[in-house]
């Protein structure tokens, strides 16, 4: 069952559309981030499903029930800001009970349940602070307990770990997982982060210009994806363009095999390959396995650790990209010349 | 250098504090004119009790402080909320239109609103300060509370109704809360515009019910007495009082808002 539903939703301010007729089906107690750059949309659609923007044609439903003209506070859901917009004058326990104290739920029973969500957002021993007495990632918990403590329809989270510096976002990626599997929580969180929406999400929407560019789940999104911008937005990737010919693409003088379905001979498209999907071997050393191949000169080499990032210039001064797993020491300097092999399993033909 | 500089502050700030400071202590001093050593007395402000006078105008300059102060407050507030919240065509214009009265002489402000005033009927006495004093401290109320207002993020009150507020309580909840810093003491600072008022009250004060400064001003024409030190002191010391209370208010305003 779906537990949020949009279907035709726009939305445009004076001349821009920022959503332009989006449709998209959240699942029960899943996670789902929808994934875009800044005027993606991705931020509106959140506050349409929240109610603090009404779009100008399309209807949302939660749990089946039509709530395009309902106001925010009927809905039963719970939010949390990048700015985190706890109330200063209140103390941590004030805020996590103010939602509860909204739906009749007071005292002892109030403070009861608010206690047990500071537990699961492991943060107690607190209750008596106020907001600005806690660092920036006590703060977030607080946030976050007081959005799920009322068991809300849908969980949104706009950006929630962009104010924290990097080691304390990682660790919060953790809990923010943990913390959702264990309630179950239809979950909605917009980032304009690849690695978070990968790491965090059972499933992924790509939004580009107000639209939806694909959606599905991060591997599949990975492997295969649609379109250049999915390609390069998630993960990155080497294009390559060429013209179909007999069922396979003709790059310059290079043909390169694909396994998904081409369109007719004559038709120009691009191919995305991984780079950490190319292997990279010295000119002499192996032959085709029947796979895709390219000559490349090594270009430049940055060492990071756990990979080698090589930039080679290809055919026809392409410029590709490869990453090399540090295992065995191999490593080609600059100037090298190489070959490149990859499977036509890895090559993906895109839509544009 | 350091020495030159903490000097030099010192000679600022005495000559801030000195005329006032020698007319506290001579408030204090038994010899009327003057004279040194200081002979300690409280004589004067026990004279000061028995001046009806100037008890009389000192009550109303309370009277007509409160007033404005409650006045001002609410309906300066209730302006920022709509500037501050608001969207709509010519708010920038109604944004400027409150500024440039700060800037108008007292003066002037007095005598136009002696001329409307008499012209429209509503004619000289305390109400009439009243409204003059109001309009003398809703630019300033204004201000304030839109400052506080601008600091305040706005996804409080969507924090606040996500969780199940109805506008009016995340109103009431929420940002009220937050701004009371920022009215208090914009009430405190529309209370001491209008106790410190001299040049608009003189000129919409009927004859006999006055306020202190105007008050203060006659008794000086008629003949300088130590009384008026006395009673002087003691306005000095409620307005220092509500400016430092003023300026605490809004500087623990601003540290909470940096700590955010």
New interface residues.
């Given amino acids: 069952m779906s537990a949020v539903d949009i279907a035709g939703v726009a939305k445009t301010y004076g001349p821009v559309a920022v959503l332009d007729h989006v449709s998209i089906d959240f699942e029960a107690g899943r996670f789902t981030s929808l994934l875009g750059p800044s005027g993606s949309g991705k931020t509106t659609l959140l506050r349409i499903v ?1 109610g ?1 923007v009404i779009p100008d044609l399309g209807t949302v439903r939660i749990r089946g029930e039509d709530v395009t003209a309902m ?3 009927k ?5 949390v ?1 990048q ?1 985190y ?5 209140m103390s941590v326990m004030g805020n996590v009970v ?2 509860l104290n ?2 009749g739920i007071r005292g002892a029973e109030a403070r009861r349940r608010a206690a047990e969500a500071l537990e699961t957002v492991r943060l107690t021993g607190f209750d008596d602070r106020r ?2 007495q806690l660092s920036g990632g006590q703060q977030q918990r607080v946030a976050l307990a ?2 799920i403590v ?1 068991r809300p329809k849908v969980l ?1 989270l706009d950006e929630p770990l962009s104010a924290l510096d990097r080691r304390l976002r990682q660790e919060m990626q953790v809990e923010l997982l943990r913390i959702q599997r264990e309630s179950g929580l239809t979950t909605i969180f917009v980032t304009h982060d690849q690695e978070e929406a990968l790491t965090l999400s059972d499933r992924i929407a790509i939004l580009d210009k107000g639209r939806i560019i694909q959606q599905g789940e991060p591997s599949a999104i990975y492997e295969r994806p649609r379109t250049r911008f999915a390609a390069s937005f998630l993960g990155d990737a080497n294009f390559l363009s060429g013209t179909v010919v007999r069922g396979a693409v003709r790059v310059g003088n290079v043909t390169v095999r694909c396994d998904g379905a081409l369109p007719a001979d004559g038709t120009t498209v691009t191919l995305a390959v991984r780079p950490e999907r190319m292997a990279m071997v010295a000119l002499g050393d192996g032959h085709g396995d029947g796979g895709n191949a390219v000559m490349g000169v090594v270009h430049t080499v940055t060492y990071a650790g756990a990979v080698t990032t090589y930039r080679l210039d290809g055919p026809g001064g392409l410029a590709l990209r490869v990453f090399v797993q540090n295992r065995d020491g191999t490593r080609f300097a600059p100037g090298s010349e190489v070959r490149l092999q990859w499977s036509p399993a890895d090559t993906v033909c895109l839509e544009d | 250098m350091r020495t030159l500089g903490i000097g030099w502050l010192m000679v600022v700030v005495g000559f801030l504090y000195l005329p006032i400071s020698v007319m506290m202590l001579m408030s204090f001093n038994a010899s009327p004119f003057y004279t040194l050593p200081i002979e300690w007395t409280g004589h004067w402000f026990a004279q000061l009790a028995q001046n009806e006078r100037l008890l009389d105008a000192g009550r109303n300059s309370l009277l007509v402080a409160t007033v404005t102060a409650v006045i001002a407050t609410i309906c300066g507030t209730t302006a920022a909320l709509v500037l501050g919240r608001g969207t709509f065509r010519g708010k920038r214009l109604f944004q400027i239109l409150l500024l440039p009265p700060m800037a108008i002489p007292w003066l002037i402000i007095g005598t136009a609103m002696l001329v409307f005033f008499h012209w429209s009927g509503i004619g000289r006495g305390l109400h009439a300060m009243i409204l003059g004093h109001v309009a003398l401290s809703l630019p300033y109320v204004v201000l304030v509370v839109g400052t506080g207002i601008q600091t305040l993020k706005p996804e409080l009150e969507e924090a606040a109704m996500s969780l199940g507020s109805t506008p009016a309580h995340a109103f009431f909840a929420v940002t009220l809360p937050g701004l009371m810093q920022s009215i208090i003491a914009a009430g405190l600072f529309a209370f001491a515009v209008s106790l410190d008022q001299f040049v608009v009250s003189y000129f919409l004060a009927k004859p006999g019910v006055t306020t202190l400064p105007v008050e203060i001003y006659s008794s000086i024409r008629k003949g300088f007495t130590p009384e008026i030190n006395a009673i002087s002191t003691l306005l000095l010391g409620v307005s220092m009082v509500l400016v430092l209370a003023f300026a605490w208010l809004s500087n623990l305003g601003s540290a909470a808002h940096e700590r955010r």
């Avoid at chain 1, 809905?75 to 939010?79: K, L």
């Fill in positions: 929240a603090f106001p925010v506070w809905r039963d859901i719970g939010i800001f700015s917009a706890l109330f200063p004058h103010f939602g909204r739906r907001p600005k007081r959005a009322t949104l």
